[in-house]
């Protein structure tokens, strides 16, 4: 359908003057907006930038600064509460573990950078608040930043968090990392460039995410920011935020100018923000800041740096003394604030391992005033870590990239770093801790190229293997002047031109592999590198004689072997001659493997298969039934996990840890001999076999004894020990259905000094702690959450994850199940309806508080011990006989169903900001 409109001459006048009103006002806010500043629109799908109506700043297309991704809106009934344009849209990325921005910048310049996130349920998944995990990562560069979680999160609520860092290039990267835990997506990013001087502790090897900024005073904006704050840095207001300021505190304030200190301008806060403050009374000593993680963060392992800022604005009285601490570490003594003069104190380079931030202002004996505060920015440790790929092969490599249009989805962010993202095809050399990786591979084997072979390749120092092989690429090869090439793979393109004489002669020097068959160029040659043979000669001269040499060399060995050692066993012989020479410095016994071949009648019934090997059954002497744990040859040289277990099950006594008899330390074999379990594993018992499955109470008793074991290594232990793979076969049962813990291959210990190990993911799949899966930081409540999981499986019968009709999380599957029912539709039908309705919701409970998403949240393995010994004495008084029905009273179903139901769609109320590991809401932002 065709639309036409006719105007008056003074209506196309009116739409004149009005056109170059709106482009006069956005000529003078971009005139206004420092220099540097980049604001993008995430997912905003019109490839021309806008001025913000409230904002008066300007808003740019994404498209520029990321390759893939997908635009998105929220849905409409979430857009009539959002108070700002660029909320409104934003970019997910279904596709690829990583997928980044790439922002424009100045090396080794300081910038704040600011993300922020509202979900809109865009996917109409409602993610945010089905019960189930939602969280992904944040890179800075090649470095985790944070874990932006929205579980039970207000899809109508904006998460934003802020760094500051160092531009490592000409470019800063901003990645979204999958954890596999809801699709990554982003609704806007803010770049603001800072002077060389601002925050003299960040550098680049540490940058600080924002924990909380607080300005004080009576200040009745939520939010201050640009242009107020030069650097658009958000302040929030104390006031506001916390709801019993009125009565608690005194506002003051200024209308003076304000001076900074000499050597004290390393913050550049606004006399604005400086110009309130907040006191006490006068018959008040102290001021408490107490400034709390959010619910949503894993905050144990945050490290924290308070930057307190004070100016004196009371004229009348300055005599104003104090003592700042954090907790109960005094940091700053007998501190008296200059007349209007900015003092910004922080101690640097010291950041606390604090879970929240809580600091006191106490009053000194000779001071006539309470403490006062006029703004507070604390922040949270960043370590950059991983050092980026050598500038000049990303830069060749971006090159390639674009001359051959190549469209990877593992080709964006960082080519080498971090290693686990590291692109598609490219192999990197990390060996020198203290440089640069450098691309020394690039295979784009059976990539689809075209066109002529790009000049990039010949300027890559590092580069030793080239891949290039089954593609279309035309043309002659370049003149390589590159020493360090050592295989040249153009086989099977369309390259018909010479070969340079510096191909050739590195080739005939055999400092070269080159292989060029299935090329037209090679019907005007016939040399080894247009065959299908691709040793040159002096290579295939070595490839014959040293195999030759060897083979020989081996004959002979074995001909003097045999006459040595001839009438004995061969087989025991192969390995008595592997034994080590040196045992382990520990008080156990240690087999040889000739005595293991004799206990396992030579390893004939296979019980189970372990942590690293084959379990077999063997008989000790004195008749003693054990099992034997084996790591064949075959996989000795992949393991790390032998020692660390027998050195810890060496330590610990219990009984219900696994008790370790003894050990073969061979270099052909390694061995571990347990106790033998003659009930085998509770996953065998309630999920499989002929077995009824045991019942209530069997199964309460073998989750108490399980617990102790647990609580013995988290609590008895010195260092305490973490299990790290707590899970249903790894709780072994006895004659009597002991359950006793096992499998100790991938604990770790540490003591009081550190509250956390980092190191890489480890554990089973439907029992990893989502803060471990996020962060690879490894606490107690690492083992309190997979136990949680271990809990809901004696209950349910279920696995951890329930693959049919759809793969839902076994804690998912239980809030679902009680939402839509009552607590009996979760029991496993195998225990018949035969238990206490009140036991069964105090364990779900239990269970329920164990997987809490933060660590924080969860009890201690002591905890779990108290409240299950609480119970079981109540399910041994059961009669088993009594009728299931007269447990299932309706008022408990109803109030369980109310409870769970409430849990889903629970929403946050209240203010919170600035978070490094969780979300941080802005409702409603000052100026949207």
């Not at 507070?376 to 950059?384: I, N």
């Not at 049919?804 to 979760?826: C, F, Y």
Request: glycine share 6%.
């Amino acid at each position: 359908m065709v639309m036409s409109y006719r105007c008056s001459a003074s209506t196309k006048l009116t739409w004149i003057l009005a056109s170059l009103l709106i482009l006069v006002r956005t000529i003078q806010v971009r005139a206004q907006l420092p220099s540097g500043f980049i604001n993008i629109d995430c997912g905003w799908k019109n490839g021309s930038s806008y001025v913000d109506d409230v904002l008066r700043m300007p808003y740019s297309f994404d498209g520029e600064y990321v390759e893939s991704g997908v635009s998105h809106e929220m849905l409409p009934e979430f857009m009539a509460d959002s108070e700002n344009k660029q909320e409104i849209t934003l970019r997910s990325f279904p596709d690829g573990s990583r997928n980044c921005y790439t922002l424009p910048s100045t090396t080794g310049k300081k910038y704040l950078l600011r993300a922020t996130f509202t979900y809109g349920n865009y996917d109409r998944l409602n993610k945010s608040l089905d019960g189930s995990l939602f969280l992904f990562g944040l890179h800075i560069g090649v470095n985790f930043w944070a874990t932006v979680n929205l579980s039970n999160w207000d899809p109508s609520l904006t998460v934003w968090k802020e760094v500051i860092t160092v531009a490592p290039s000409n470019s800063l990267s901003v990645c979204l990392i999958n954890f596999g835990s809801g699709v990554p997506f982003i609704s806007t990013l803010e770049l603001r460039p800072l002077l060389d001087a601002m925050y003299p502790f960040v550098n680049t090897s540490v940058s600080v995410s924002n924990f909380q900024r607080f300005r004080f005073g009576n200040v009745n904006t939520f939010i201050t920011r640009y242009p107020t704050d030069y650097y658009d840095r958000w302040w929030d207001s104390f006031s506001m935020s916390k709801v019993d300021y009125s009565t608690s505190m005194i506002s003051l304030n200024t209308s003076n100018n304000l001076e900074s200190l000499p050597g004290n301008s390393n913050f550049s806060v606004p006399s604005a923000i400086l110009q309130n403050a907040s006191t006490r009374d006068t018959n008040q000593s102290s001021i408490t800041i107490n400034v709390a993680a959010g619910p949503n963060l894993g905050a144990n392992d945050l490290q924290l740096l308070p930057i307190f800022h004070f100016t004196e604005i009371n004229m009348t009285n300055p005599n104003r003394r104090f003592d700042i601490y954090s907790k109960d570490v005094l940091m700053f003594p007998d501190f008296s604030p200059s007349q209007l003069q900015v003092h910004s104190m922080y101690k640097s380079g010291q950041f606390m391992q604090n879970a929240d931030g809580y600091f006191f202002l106490n009053k000194t004996s000779s001071s006539s005033l309470p403490p006062l505060i006029n703004a507070l920015e604390l922040y949270s440790l960043v370590r950059m870590d991983n050092l980026t790929t050598d500038s000049d092969d990303v830069n060749y490599m971006k090159q390639i990239k674009t001359y051959y249009k190549l469209a990877r989805t593992s080709w964006n962010g960082d080519p080498c770093s971090p290693r686990e993202y590291s692109w598609e095809g490219l192999i990197c050399d990390h060996s020198k801790s203290n440089q640069n990786p450098r691309i020394v591979t690039v295979n784009l084997s059976t990539s689809g190229l075209s066109g002529g072979f790009a000049i990039s390749f010949m300027n890559m120092t590092s580069l030793e293997n080239l891949d290039l092989s089954h593609n279309n690429l035309t043309g002659a090869i370049p003149d390589y002047q590159l020493k360090s090439l050592k295989v040249l793979d153009l086989s099977n393109n369309k390259i018909n031109g010479p070969i340079p004489d510096s191909i050739l002669q590195r080739f005939q020097a055999g400092l070269l592999d080159l292989r060029l068959e299935g090329n037209p160029v090679c019907s005007k040659v016939k040399d080894t590198y247009c065959s299908k043979k691709k040793k040159s000669i002096p290579i295939l001269l070595i490839a014959v004689i040293v195999p030759v040499v060897l083979i020989s060399l081996l004959v002979m060995m074995c001909i003097l072997w045999k006459l040595c050692w001839k009438g004995k066993s061969v087989d025991n012989e192969d390995y008595a001659m592997y034994e080590e020479e040196t045992p382990l410095n520990i008080d156990i016994r240690r087999f040889t493997y000739a005595e293991l071949k004799l206990i396992t009648n030579d390893f004939k019934t296979i019980v189970g298969k372990g942590g690293f090997g084959m379990v077999y059954h063997g008989t000790l002497e004195n008749s003693d039934e054990v099992a034997v744990k084996v790591l064949m040859e075959t996989s000795i040289a992949d393991s790390t996990d032998f020692l660390p277990e027998v050195q810890t099950l060496s330590k610990v006594h219990h009984k219900n840890l696994v008790a370790l008899k003894g050990y073969c330390q061979n270099k052909k074999c390694l061995a571990l001999v347990y106790d033998f379990m003659s009930r085998g594993n509770l996953q065998q018992l309630i999920r499989g076999g002929d077995d009824d499955g045991a019942n209530w109470e069997q199964r309460l008793q073998i989750a108490l004894d399980a617990a102790q074991g647990l609580e013995y290594l988290h609590e008895s232990c010195t260092p305490a020990i973490v299990h790290r793979d707590v899970k249903t076969p790894n709780i072994l049962l006895d004659r009597n259905l002991v359950g006793i813990i096992s499998d100790f291959g991938l604990s770790r210990a540490f003591d009081d000094a550190h509250t956390h190990i980092s190191t890489v993911a480890a554990g089973t799949l439907g029992y990893l702690d989502p803060e471990y899966h996020a962060t690879f930081q490894l606490t107690v409540k690492t083992d309190v959450y997979s136990f949680g999981i271990v809990l809901l499986e004696i209950i349910t019968g279920q696995p951890p994850v329930i693959m049919e009709p759809q793969t839902v999380h076994l804690p998912n599957w239980v809030r679902q199940k009680i939402a839509k029912g009552s607590i009996h539709d979760v029991a496993d039908k195998r225990l018949l309806d035969q238990y206490d309705a009140s036991s069964l919701q105090s364990v779900i409970d239990l269970a329920m508080n164990c997987v809490e998403s933060a660590a924080i949240d969860r009890p201690t393995m002591a905890e779990v011990v108290s409240r299950l010994k609480v119970w079981l004495p109540a399910v041994s008084n059961e009669k088993q006989s009594v009728s299931a029905s007269a447990w299932r009273t309706h008022s408990v179903d109803a109030e369980t169903r109310k409870q769970f139901q409430l849990m889903i769609s629970d929403k946050e109320s209240s203010f919170i900001s600035g978070y490094t590991d969780g979300p941080s809401e802005l409702n409603p932002l000052s100026g949207r």
